[in-house]
C-alpha cells in the first residue's frame, strides 16, 4: 500500500514548487512573480521553523519513530527535505535573477560595488560612516566575548579576521536594523539602489581596524518554532500570561537552518555551525538575497506601470442581500452564500453590527483564530457587549504566529465586558463558528454563520473562502451545543447535522464514503468530490482508495499537500487530484458526497489532516437550499475544469499543468467575472 501514498513533507516542498513556478511563469505580470519569489521565501521559513523544528525535537525524543504512510524515520525525512529544498532553491535564485534582469528594463537596479561608478562609491563611503556606523554592534568573538544569539530571520555580516600573531576571530555585525535604510538609493535619479547589508558587508573591515580581513558573508539563521504549549501549561498560571511568555521563548529556539551569501571556508562554517548547534547539512548558500522582502518596496517604485501587475480586482456587492433592510431578516427568509474574495465580507460585517444594536438579540458567540490589524468584527462584539448582550468569544491564542495578535484582541474584547474562553486543553480550535440568538415572535431564534476562513477582513480579499448563513433552527441548535461544550472546556459527542471534530466529523465523512461504496456495489451511481487545503489523514486515505477500488469516481481539488497518490492501477485509478495555485490563495473546503437530488453538500473549516480531525474543534455545516447547492457545484465544477492555473498530479506523484485544450478557463477569474455580472443584474 506504501506505493500510493507520499510523505506529508515531501508533498508539502511540492506545493511550494508550484509557487516557484509561478514566480517562474511568463504569463504571471512581472512584479506578481516577484511576490510569488517572496511567498517561496516566507513559506519555506515557516516550513523549517515548524515542521522541521518538529522532526527535529522527535529525532532527539525517538530515532525509531516512523511516518504512518510511507515508514520514514524524522531522520530519514530531515535528509530528503534537505536535498529537495537545495535543489529548489537553486530554482529559486535563478527565478530572482531572471527578474530583477527585467526590472532593470524598467529603470530599477539594484547594484553592487563591481558596477558602481566612482562617484556612487564616494557616496556610499560616506552613506555607511555617517549612517551606519554610528549605529552598528560589532562584536568578536573570544573567550571574554561569547558567541553573540542571533535572532530569528534577521541578517548578520560574519568576518573571518586575523590577528597580527596570525590568530584568527569572527567578527559579527547585524545588518537588520529599524534605523537604517534596507535600499540605499543612489544620488543622480537614475533609479539604483545597494541593499544595506551589501553595503556593510563591503566595509565591514573599516569597522574592524587592526585586523586582517580573510573572508567574509552574510548570514541568516531560522529557528525553531514548535512549542508544545499544552505541554508546558500549569493550571495555576494564568493562560494568557503564560502564552505571552511562551512567544518570548520561542524567539531563542535552537536554529534548524543557517543561509550564507558566499562560500566560506569549510572551517570557518564549521565553527559557525559549532556555535549555532547546526549540522552542516543544513547550511545553504543562496545567490539572492538572503532576505526579498524589500521587493515590495521594488513594486511601490513600479506602481506606474500598470501592465506590471495584476488587473484591478475589487469585491463585488452580492446581489442576495438588498440594501436598506435588514440582513438579520433577510437570513431569516433564505439561507445566504458569501463567496470571498470575489464577493465583499459586508454583508457578514453588517450582520454583525446590526445584532449588537438589535434590542430583540440576547446573545453573540464567536470562535476567532485570526483577525485583521485592525478588525472590525473586534469594535462589533464590543459594541455589543457594551450594548448589554451576552458575548461569548472563544479566542484561540496557540494560533501559531497570531498568539500575540489574540493576545491584544482578547485583552480588548474582556475590557468591553464580554466573556473570553482561551480554548481547551489538548485541542485548538479552529472552527469558524457565529452563532446569533434572539427573541423571535414564536420563540428562541438562531442565526447561525459558519465559514470556511478567518474572520479576517484582509484574508478575504485574498483567499477564497466561503460563508454560509443561515436560520436553520436544527442548525442553530446543534450550534449552541458546541459553544456549550466549549464553555465547559469539553467537546461535543455526537450531531446530527454538523461535521464537529474532534469526536464527529473523520467517523461521519468515512461513513459518507461507505455509503457510496454501497451505491456503486449496488449497481448505482457513486461520487465524491473534495476541495480541501491539505489532505494527510490516513484513515479517510485509505477509505478513499478503497473507494476508488471499488469504482466510486472521486474527484479533488488539493492546493497544498495530498499525500494520496492518485491514478496508481487498481488501487486509487478512480481518484483525480487537481492543484490551483493562482492569484488567490485557495481556502476553502467543500465536501460532495453522492449523486443527483441524494447529493450531500458541507462547507466547512476542516482540512482532511489528522490534527483537523480528531486533534482540533473543526465544525462543517450542511448546505440544505437547493439554489445554494447548485452555486456550490458550480464553483468546485468550473474548478476542476480550470486549464491555467491546475496542475494534475499523477500516479508518480509528480504535478504538471493540465493541458489547455480548446478554451482557456482560469477558474479565479471566470469566478470573479460571475460575481462582477451578477453584482451588475441588481
Known sequence: MEKIYMNRELSWLKFNERVLEEAENPEVPLCERMTFVSIYQSNLDEFFMVRVGSLQDQMLLNKKIRDN??????????????????RLNKRKDEAYQNLMEKVAGYGIQLINFQNADPEEKKYLEQHFNRNIVPLSSPTIVSKRQPFPFLRNKDIYAVVVLETRSGKERLGII?????????MIELPGGRGRYMLSEDLILHYIGKVFKGYKVKGKSLIRVVRNADIDADALYDEDLDYREFMADLMKERKKLSPVRLDLSRDMEGNVVESLCRYLDVSPERVFKSRAPLDVSFIF?????????????????????????????????QIRQEDKLLSYPYESIRPFLNMLNEAAEDDRVVSIKMTLY?????????????????????????????ARFDEENNIRWSRMLEKAGCQIIYGLEGFKVHSKLCLITRRGRDGVEYITQIGTGN???????????????????????????????????????????????????????????????????????????????SLTDKKIMDKLAEASRAGVHVDMIVRGICCLIPGVPGETENIRVISIVGRFLEHSRIYIFGCGERTKYYIGSADFMTRNTVKRVEVAAP?????????????????????????????????????????PVNSQERLYQEAYDRAASR
Open 623 to 663: 448546505v440544505y437550499s437547493e439554489k445554494l447547492k447548485k452555486r456550490i457545484r458550480g464553483i468546485f465544477d468550473l474548478m476542476l475544469s480550470d486549464n491555467k492555473k491546475a496542475r494534475i498530479e499523477g500516479s508518480d506523484g509528480k504535478y504538471t499543468y493540465v493541458k489547455c485544450e480548446g478554451e
Open 455 to 533: 474572520y479576517n477582513e484582509k484574508t478575504a480579499r485574498l483567499y477564497t473562502d466561503l460563508s454560509l448563513m443561515t436560520a436553520d433552527e436544527k442548525i442553530g441548535l446543534e450550534a449552541a451545543r458546541v459553544f456549550q461544550a466549549l464553555t465547559k472546556g469539553e467537546t461535543v459527542e455526537e450531531s446530527e447535522h454538523l461535521l464537529v471534530a474532534p469526536k464527529c466529523l473523520q467517523s461521519k465523512v468515512i461513513d459518507m464514503i461507505d455509503e457510496e461504496i454501497r451505491r456503486v456495489q449496488n449497481g448505482e451511481e457513486a461520487y465524491i468530490g473534495l476541495k480541501l487545503n
Open 370 to 398: 485570526r483577525l485583521a490589524k485592525q478588525s472590525k468584527v473586534i469594535e462589533a462584539l464590543c459594541e455589543a457587549a457594551e450594548n448589554g448582550k451576552e458575548v461569548v468569544v472563544l479566542v484561540e491564542l496557540r
Open 174 to 182: 547585524p545588518c537588520t536594523n529599524n534605523m537604517v535604510e534596507r
Open 297 to 329: 518596496q521594488i513594486q511601490d517604485l513600479l506602481r506606474m506601470n500598470p501592465e506590471l501587475f495584476y488587473n484591478k480586482r475589487v469585491p463585488q456587492k452580492s446581489p442576495d442581500f438588498r440594501d436598506g433592510e435588514s440582513i438579520l431578516e
Open 69 to 86: 504512510k510511507t515508514n520514514m524515520t524524522s531522520e530519514e525525512q530531515i535528509k530528503a527535505i534537505l536535498k529537495e529544498v537545495k
